[in-house]
């Protein structure tokens, strides 16, 4: 295991992107010598380079570790409700767009051409530096399966063609949204997180030592199809009864009268910036408070993380929403609830969260022996 001090330390530098030699050295428990010889074969490897760090306080000068030039990249693909993104990312969390798109009606195949084309740009590029592409798709995922995607009305589709030379990974939007608030957000250092993301309908994702707690074939979290609605709405998924349905876009407009939106999301996201104290917004954000007090009273998290439409909508209806929360919880969690955190990510979490299990999956020991065993890479163009 050559590569396991190597690992960790990678990994450290993707949670503490500018983290200096020194802290690394000493958040590791490293003596001086293991990290010298664990920073220059990863310099040697085209993994990391050092920037000197501003002098700070007494002591010998230390450098910044930082992402080498020639170093491994991820691209993150992102498949939401209505479009799709593509982009690039490295060990430091610095991403650069590629592409975007809508998805509109078009068939599944479609899609997954275009955006592969995007891939393929990008893969070409690179030199070589690309050696994962991860999706987060709005539906529910099981390996690189998109088994339902509901809003789109897609089942089944798999998405390792998109880049069948490097490695595939998939997970579901909310799931790596809250990998993301774990890793680097608002779920940090806790134990037991429970992270939920409103967009259309409800996802989310229960995290044990900053590890998903997927199920078995990796389709767990799916919290908005937890029957706390009306047992009277069927639900696009097939249940009836589905949360998710009572805390969305859909929901707001239902309540308020109004014909179902084209854009639930946008719908939802006009009609809470407006601020305006509507009954429609106090039932939704009621629905919202009392459904997580249910999912604090089966999992018992440290921290609540939500994202999405759900701090708005906490933020639209705070009375409502903290009264419906209190009422849910069972006695012995209303002593010291845990505490509800908006995402630190926001919109921006899926596309964290892909970019963390790639250099996850990257940072393997296996993986960096492969990559450092690989002929000096050219730099790369564009
Ligand atoms: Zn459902």
Known sequence: MRWATASEL??????????????????????SGTLA???????DASLLTETRAAA???????????????????????????????????????????????????????????????????????????????????????????????????????LSVLAPEVTVLAGNDATLGGF?????????????????????????????????????????????????????????????????????????????????PTDPEGYARATLRTGERSAAVEDVAGALGAGIAGLVNAHDPDVVTIAGLAPLVRAAAPDAFARAYDRGLMLTNRDAPPPIRDSVHGDRGPARGALNLGFTHLTEPDALAEWAAEPARPAARG
Request: charged fraction near 20%.
């Open 10 to 31: 990678l990994r450290l530098v993707h949670r503490e992107p500018g983290i200096t030699r020194r802290t690394a050295g000493e958040q590791l428990g490293l003596s």
């Open 37 to 43: 010889e664990t920073v220059g074969r990863l310099r």
């Open 56 to 158: 700070a306080g007494p002591g010998r000068p230390t450098t910044i570790l930082e992402p080498h030039p020639r170093g491994p990249l991820v691209v993150v693909v992102e498949l939401r409700a209505r479009d799709w993104a593509v982009s690039s990312g490295d060990l430091a969390g610095h991403t650069t767009p590629v592409a975007s798109g809508a998805i509109g009606d078009e068939p599944p195949a479609r899609v997954l051409d275009e955006v592969a084309t995007h891939v393929h740009d990008v893969l070409r590029a690179s030199a070589g530096r690309v050696r994962a592409v991860v999706v987060a798709a709005a539906g529910t995922v099981s390996g690189t399966r998109l088994v339902q995607f509901t809003v789109r009305g897609w089942t089944d589709v798999e």
């Open 180 to 260: 993301a608030e774990a890793w680097t957000g608002a779920a940090r250092e806790h134990a037991v997180a429970l992270h939920l993301m409103v967009t259309e309908g409800l996802g989310g994702v229960l995290l044990v030592d900053g590890q998903p707690v997927r199920g078995a074939r990796g389709r767990g979290g799916e919290f908005g199809h937890l029957p706390f609605g009306d047992p009277r709405l069927a639900c696009p998924c097939g249940a009836h009864g589905c949360w998710g349905r009572t805390v969305d876009g859909e929901a707001l407009a239902r309540l308020a009268g109004h014909p179902r």
